[in-house]
């Protein structure tokens, strides 16, 4: 019999440097790449407001069909599924006879209990589950302290990595795949996710997922030399160039962060290297930094006293000075422009935030 791996992808939207995938790959005859649209999840409400907006739905599709496009071109697919994790594994498990299932190791509170949830089914079954960190520069196991004694300051947390630790080299992307025969696959997404169009004044590069992502970081290094002007430049507020504009890619997991810094370092090794090179990356450890942080502080990241444990911050419940913070019509025009950006093209600059 078959051993068939299921890869459940979440935001590790990636070929490249994915362990999930290439583990899998290398364990089982057979692979079921995996992404679960819960749209009801998705829509449903925190503090009034949709989890998951109509902008960021649309470059999500945008990204999963270009995934579905790279797993073709490998010989395989990627299976989009309605609901959520658990509900569509109670499916998929009366269809295949699943050896283990792969995913991205998460650490937000929500998230950590899915994955519990999922583990826990998944072992009732005989099925075994096994999480992978993905997304940051730094692997969690190569830190030279362990998540309990993450410094609290970014600086020493910064000088100690550079210091004491060595980033990988990402994991090539593999050259082939094979997947189950099914009846149907990404090739119909437009019957499951509604066709949305982003706002054409977004400041944004190419939309889509790791192809476009890849494409853009040669562009941005090699080809155009923006890099070299990243740290002058970066607080800008309107256009394309001025900064990085990797971080819709990070966020959904397109691109993997230790490619972008090894990229970096090719650059500086085969063109130069100045401060703004140094800088582009002194962000993506600032990014580290907080991922790590978060896994040390779950909980008060979320909380109004925040990591420190006090604050003398009051909550605001007037719907009225909310809405007009949400609107963009506060008395500041400044920061209605910025919130008037957001809304309209799901992005705002990091001087704005």
């Not at 810094?261 to 090794?269: D, L, N, P």
């Amino acid at each position: 019999m078959k051993k068939i791996g299921v890869v459940l992808l979440t935001n590790d939207l990636r070929l490249h440097d994915n362990a999930t995938l290439t583990e899998a790959i290398r364990e089982n005859d057979e692979i079921i790449p995996l992404f679960c649209w819960d749209e009801k999840y998705m829509d449903s409400l925190q503090f009034g407001f949709s989890r998951m907006g109509k902008i960021r739905k649309a470059f999500l599709k945008k990204v999963l069909e270009d995934l579905h496009q790279q797993f073709k071109s490998i010989g395989g697919y990627l299976l989009l599924k309605q609901g959520g994790q658990l509900e569509v594994f109670e499916a998929l498990v009366s269809q295949y006879s699943i050896h283990k299932v792969y995913t991205k190791k998460q650490v937000g509170i929500e998230e950590k209990r899915e994955n519990n949830r999922l583990k826990n089914f998944l072992l009732s079954k005989g099925i075994d589950f096994e999480v992978y960190s993905t997304s940051t520069v730094y692997h969690p196991s190569d830190l030279p302290f362990s998540m309990s004694s993450i410094p609290e300051v970014f600086t020493k947390f910064r000088k100690t990595v550079e210091k004491e630790a060595v980033v990988r080299q990402p994991i090539l992307a593999p050259s082939s795949i094979a997947c189950p025969t099914i009846s149907k696959d990404l090739q119909e997404i437009d019957a499951v996710i509604q066709n949305l169009q982003l706002d054409s004044r977004h400041a944004l590069p190419e939309l889509g997922g790791e192809t476009a992502a890849l494409k853009y970081l040669n562009t941005y290094l090699f080809e155009k030399q923006h890099i070299l002007h990243y740290k002058d430049t970066r607080n800008e507020l309107i256009g394309i160039d001025f900064s990085s504009k990797l971080s819709q890619w990070l966020s959904l997991g397109c691109i993997s962060p230790k490619l972008i810094y090894h990229e970096i370092k090719r650059f500086e090794h085969e063109v130069t290297s100045n401060d703004s090179t140094y800088w582009l990356i002194f962000e993506l450890l600032w990014r580290d930094f907080f991922r790590f942080s978060f896994k040390k502080h779950p909980l008060h990241y979320f909380q109004l006293h925040g990591i420190l444990g006090k604050s003398e911050r009051k909550p605001t419940k007037n719907s009225d000075i909310i809405d007009s913070w949400v609107l963009g019509e506060t008395p500041n025009s400044f920061v209605n422009a910025a919130m008037k950006e957001l809304k309209a093209t799901g992005w705002t600059s990091n001087r704005m935030r």
